[in-house]
C-alpha cells in the first residue's frame, strides 16, 4: 500500500529539521488571554500583537459587542442551515443593507469567510470557454476560486501594467473575460496601481474583480479601499472583501451593481451548500461596517502608525517589502527560514507577536516577517516595538 | 514557422534560464532536470508568449512537462 501521506516528507522534514534547532514552533502560537485588540498574554507574557490584520481595533468595540449579545440572546447561537433555506435571518440581511451602505453600491452577498467568497463568486462567474486573468501573486483563495472552476488562466507578472495588457490584447475579442486584481498584496503590503489596470481591462471588455481584503476600513477617503482611493470604484464589477480584518470578526463578502447580481445567491455552491454565520456575527459585523464609515480620524492615526513603523524599522536597518509605506502592512525580508524563524522567536520572547510568513504563501521564495499595524496601536506602542525589533535583531543575528 | 525552427527558437529562449547547463534536448523536463522554480516558470512562459505572440494559459502549462510538450503546445496554439 502506498502510504498517501508520503508526499508530506519534505515538508515534515523541514519542519523537524527547523525544530531540531531548538527553535519554537512558529505555526502553533496560543493565546491564552486577550487583552485589547492590540495586548495578548502569550506563553504567559504580555505581548504587542502586531501581526492580527485587526486594522481599525473593532474586535472589541463596545457597540460591536452590545449589538452581538443581543443577536445571540434574540437569534441564538446559530442558523443550522444554509442562507437559501433555513438559514437567512433578518440580522444577515441587515448586514447586507450595511455593506450596500458603506460601498453605495445595488448589491451585497455575504458569505461566511473572505476565502469562500472568492471561491464562489471566481468559480460561479467564469465558465470553460471564459479567461481569468489575474496576478500571479494572488491570494490562495483567488487560485482555488479558478481550480474549483473551469475558466482558462493567464497570470501576469505581478503589478505590471504591461504584461496585463498584453495578455489581454492576444485573447479573443469576443470571449469573456474577468479580471482579478487585489488592492492590497498582502505579503509585501504593497498596493495595486487599479486606476491603470482598470481601464486597460474595461477598454478589453473585461469584468473587473478587485480584492479589497487589506485595505477596507482604511485605505480611501471612505475606507472603502484602494479602487476608492485611486478614483476607480465605479468601474469595479465586483468587490470582494472579509469581515474577518478591519471589521473585526469573520465573514466574507461581495458588493456589485451588476442588474442580474441576486441571482447568484442560487447558483453559487460555496454559498449554497454551507451554513450561514450565526447571528451574532452578522449583528456585529453590521455594526462594525456602519462605524468604519465615519471612522475618519482612526484612519489618520493608523496612517501615521504606518509610516513611523516603516521609518523606524528602515532607520534600524531591516530591508522593507516596500520603499515607501503604502498599507497597514509593513513586511521585514529575511535572509532565509532560520534566521526568520529565530527572529520571530526572539521577537516573541521581546513581547511582540508578527506573522511569519514563507514560501508557497510568499512570492519568490521569500521568508517575511509580517506587521500588521492596529489603528489601537498607540505611538508610544509603535515606538516600543521598534525598540524590541532592535534588541531581538541583535539576538537572533539578523541586524549587523 | 515549421516544427524544427520552432523548436529551434524555442531550445534558444530557453538557454537563459539554463543555469546548470543541461544538455537540452526535446525530452528535458522543466521541472526535474531543469529544476525550474515557479518564478523561472513564469518568466520563460513570458518570453515564450512574447516571441510567439501567444498566450499558454495555466490550464496548458499543467499539461507541458517536457520541451518537445512544450514545441507541440506553442504551435497548436498558433494553428489556433
Redesign the interface.
Known amino acids: 500500500m502506498t502510504d498517501l501521506f508520503s508526499k508530506f516528507d519534505p515538508l515534515i522534514k523541514q519542519r523537524e529539521d527547523l525544530l531540531s534547532t531548538g527553535i519554537k514552533d512558529p505555526f502553533s502560537l496560543v493565546m491564552e488571554k486577550v487583552i485589547s485588540p492590540t495586548v495578548a498574554l502569550c506563553n504567559g507574557k504580555e505581548t504587542i500583537l502586531l501581526g492580527t490584520y485587526n486594522y481599525m481595533g473593532m474586535t472589541f468595540d463596545p457597540d460591536v459587542l452590545a449589538a452581538g449579545k443581543k443577536a445571540l440572546d434574540e437569534f441564538g447561537a446559530g442558523t443550522t442551515g444554509s442562507r437559501v433555506l433555513n438559514g437567512t435571518y433578518s440580522p444577515h440581511r441587515d448586514c447586507e443593507e450595511a455593506l450596500k451602505e458603506f460601498y453605495g453600491m445595488d448589491h451585497a452577498m455575504v458569505f461566511s469567510t473572505g476565502y469562500q467568497a472568492n471561491l464562489g463568486i471566481i468559480s460561479t462567474m467564469a465558465s470553460k470557454e471564459d ?1 481569468i486573468i489575474l496576478d ?1 501573486d494572488s491570494h490562495a483563495s483567488i487560485y482555488d476560486g ?1 481550480a474549483l472552476g473551469n475558466a ?4 501576469f ?1 505581478h503589478n505590471d501594467v504591461d ?1 496585463l495588457e ?2 489581454l490584447k ?2 479573443p475579442p469576443e470571449a469573456g473575460k474577468l479580471v482579478v486584481l487585489e488592492g492590497v498584496y498582502s505579503m509585501l503590503g504593497d498596493i495595486a496601481p487599479l486606476k491603470e489596470m482598470i481601464t486597460i481591462a474595461k477598454a478589453h471588455g473585461a469584468m473587473v474583480l478587485v480584492d479589497e481584503a487589506h485595505s477596507m476600513g482604511f485605505i480611501g477617503p471612505k475606507g472603502r479601499g484602494v479602487a476608492e482611493d485611486q478614483g476607480v470604484l465605479d468601474q469595479v464589477d465586483f468587490v470582494i472583501g472579509t469581515f474577518s480584518k478591519s471589521v473585526g470578526t469573520v465573514g466574507g463578502f461581495c458588493v456589485s451593481n451588476h442588474p442580474k447580481f441576486e441571482v447568484l445567491r442560487l447558483v453559487c455552491r460555496p454559498y449554497v451548500f454551507t451554513a450561514s454565520l450565526p447571528p451574532s456575527v452578522v449583528a456585529t459585523a453590521a455594526t462594525s461596517i456602519r462605524k468604519l464609515m465615519h471612522a475618519g480620524d482612526k484612519r489618520a492615526h493608523l496612517w501615521e502608525n504606518s509610516r513611523k513603523l516603516h521609518k523606524g524599522l528602515k532607520d534600524l536597518g531591516f530591508q522593507l517589502g516596500t520603499e515607501t509605506p503604502q498599507s497597514a502592512i509593513i513586511s521585514v525580508i529575511m535572509p532565509d527560514l532560520e534566521r526568520g524563524a529565530a527572529m520571530w522567536e526572539a521577537l516573541l520572547d521581546h513581547g511582540v507577536y508578527v506573522n511569519l510568513a514563507r514560501p ?1 504563501a510568499t ?3 521569500m521568508t517575511l516577517l509580517r506587521c500588521s499595524l492596529c489603528a489601537e496601536h498607540s505611538s508610544e506602542q509603535v515606538d516600543d516595538i521598534i525598540g524590541r525589533f532592535k534588541a531581538a535583531g541583535a539576538v537572533a543575528g539578523v541586524l549587523g | 514557422m515549421d516544427r524544427a525552427a520552432t523548436a529551434e527558437k524555442i531550445a534558444e529562449l530557453i538557454e537563459p534560464f539554463n543555469k546548470k547547463g543541461v544538455a537540452v534536448t526535446e525530452a528535458t523536463t522543466f521541472a526535474g532536470d531543469l529544476e525550474w ?3 523561472t516558470v ?1 518568466d520563460f512562459v ?1 518570453s515564450i ?2 516571441e510567439f ?3 499558454i ?3 496548458m502549462q499543467a499539461e507541458i512537462e517536457n520541451v518537445g510538450q512544450l514545441v507541440d503546445t506553442v504551435i497548436s496554439v498558433q494553428d489556433n
Open positions: 479567461y500571479i479558478c482558462q488562466i493567464v497570470p507578472r504584461a498584453k495578455r492576444r485573447l508557497p512570492p519568490a521564495g | 522554480d515557479s518564478l513564469m513570458a508568449e512574447d505572440d501567444i498566450i494559459t495555466m490550464n
